[in-house]
């Protein structure tokens, strides 16, 4: 009892130096005061960080469902999303975009392909020349049409002229160009003007026309006549039905004469058509295939169809 008294007198006498109009009971209550503030501040972080941390999990929910959102949104529209464009648009690390396109591919509802993702979709069954539409063209061998417009887009130069014709194939080509890339662009779709019209480094013409819902194409005489007096490096052409005997066709008759008009103004004449194309045979004629200069296709092609293309001596690609 002697030492705790001593130690309290000692205590009492260190805080007396320092402040000497202090009594022991003022001493007691300025070092309660003292660890009762020190413990409420400690209490106080703790929950703050506490708050933070389930704001931040609740931020990342929203962020997470905000992105899936706008995944699924872009692959209804286009069947197929980029990693790079998504984690431009969603100011998100290219790694984050993979990891939530993995989960939607673990939910089966899309499959991932190098460099961004497809959407699964049920494949409805070939509809007849007049029912055509680019929606229901869309949804059918979309992988394969994502793999033949990302080789068409890798024969593309700098300062090229290009005419990218209308179709379910063409549409993802321009997703594949380099955005730095100087470039003139002939388009003459809606889905394709779509894809082009933002980038300023391309120049773009568009000769116009009668709008055509089933294709999303643009076409009339005075467009035909646009682009007959342009000429372009490379066109890239797509087709409903590609025949050895018949040669290559399209599913709508107004297509026709506008397809003409590119291959006759164009240097380089590249038909992207994949491997269910061949064989088939649609209502309109609008070239031979001694009329490409290459063909690019999917790797479903026969052995027949590859030796047919061989032989006439134009340049395939198969992907």
């Given at each position: 009892?002697?030492q705790?008294d001593?130690?309290k007198?000692?205590?009492?006498?260190?805080?007396?130096?320092f402040?000497?109009?202090?009594?022991l009971?003022a001493?007691?209550s300025?070092?309660?005061?003292?660890?009762?503030?020190?413990?409420?501040?400690?209490?106080f972080?703790?929950?703050?960080?506490?708050?933070y941390?389930?704001?931040?999990?609740?931020?990342?929910?929203?962020?997470?469902?905000?992105?899936?959102?706008?995944?699924?949104?872009?692959l209804?529209?286009?069947?197929?999303?980029?990693?790079?464009?998504l984690?431009?648009?969603?100011?998100?690390?290219?790694?984050?975009v993979r990891?939530d396109?993995?989960?939607?591919?673990?939910?089966?509802?899309?499959?991932?392909?190098?460099g961004?993702?497809?959407?699964?979709?049920n494949s409805p069954?070939?509809?007849?020349?007049?029912?055509?539409?680019?929606?229901?063209?869309?949804s059918?061998?979309?992988e394969?049409k994502?793999k033949?417009s990302r080789?068409a887009?890798s024969?593309?130069?700098?300062?090229?002229?290009?005419?990218?014709?209308?179709?379910?194939?063409?549409?993802?080509?321009?997703?594949?160009?380099?955005?730095?890339?100087p470039?003139?662009v002939?388009?003459?779709?809606?889905?394709i003007?779509?894809?082009?019209?933002e980038?300023?480094?391309?120049?773009?013409v568009?000769?116009?026309?009668?709008?055509?819902?089933?294709?999303?194409m643009f076409?009339s005489?005075?467009?035909?006549?646009?682009?007959?007096?342009?000429?372009?490096?490379k066109?890239?052409?797509?087709?409903?039905?590609?025949?050895?005997?018949?040669g290559?066709?399209c599913?709508?008759?107004?297509?026709?004469e506008t397809?003409?008009?590119?291959i006759e103004s164009?240097?380089?004449?590249?038909?992207?058509?994949?491997s269910?194309?061949?064989?088939k045979?649609?209502?309109s004629?609008?070239?031979?295939l001694?009329?490409?200069d290459?063909?690019i296709?999917d790797?479903?092609?026969s052995?027949?169809?590859?030796?047919?293309?061989?032989?006439?001596?134009?340049e395939?690609y198969i992907v």
């Open positions: 009892m002697g705790l001593k130690k007198n000692t205590t009492f006498s260190i805080f007396s130096f402040f000497p109009n202090y009594t009971h001493v007691r300025t070092l309660f005061f003292a660890i009762y503030s020190i413990l409420s501040f400690y209490l972080d703790l929950s703050l960080k506490n708050f941390n389930h704001k931040k999990e609740r931020d990342d929910m929203a962020g997470k469902n905000y992105r899936t959102n706008y995944i699924l949104n872009r209804s529209v286009d069947g197929f999303a980029n990693i790079k464009d984690s431009k648009k969603l100011k998100v690390s290219e790694m984050t990891r396109l993995r989960e939607l591919s673990k939910e089966n509802i899309v499959t991932l392909i190098s961004g993702a497809v959407l699964k979709r069954i070939d509809t007849d020349e007049e029912k055509y539409l680019i929606q229901t063209a869309e059918l061998m979309l394969e994502i033949i080789k887009a024969l593309i130069e700098p300062n090229d002229i290009i005419v990218i014709d209308t179709g379910s194939t063409t549409e993802n080509l321009p997703k594949f160009i380099p955005e730095n890339m470039l003139t002939i388009c003459y779709t809606m889905n003007l779509f894809n082009v019209y980038n300023k480094n391309w120049k773009l568009f000769p116009g026309g009668n709008f055509h819902n089933n294709t999303l076409e005489p005075e467009g035909i006549s646009v682009i007959k007096k342009i000429r372009a490096n066109a890239f052409i797509s087709a409903a039905g590609v025949s050895e005997k018949l290559v066709t599913a709508t008759d107004y297509e026709k397809k003409k008009a590119v164009s240097d380089t004449k590249i038909l992207l058509v994949d269910s194309k061949f064989g045979i649609k209502i004629h609008f070239a031979n001694t009329d490409f290459i063909v296709t790797s479903g092609i052995k027949e169809c590859k030796e047919i293309v061989n032989n006439i001596g134009v395939l």
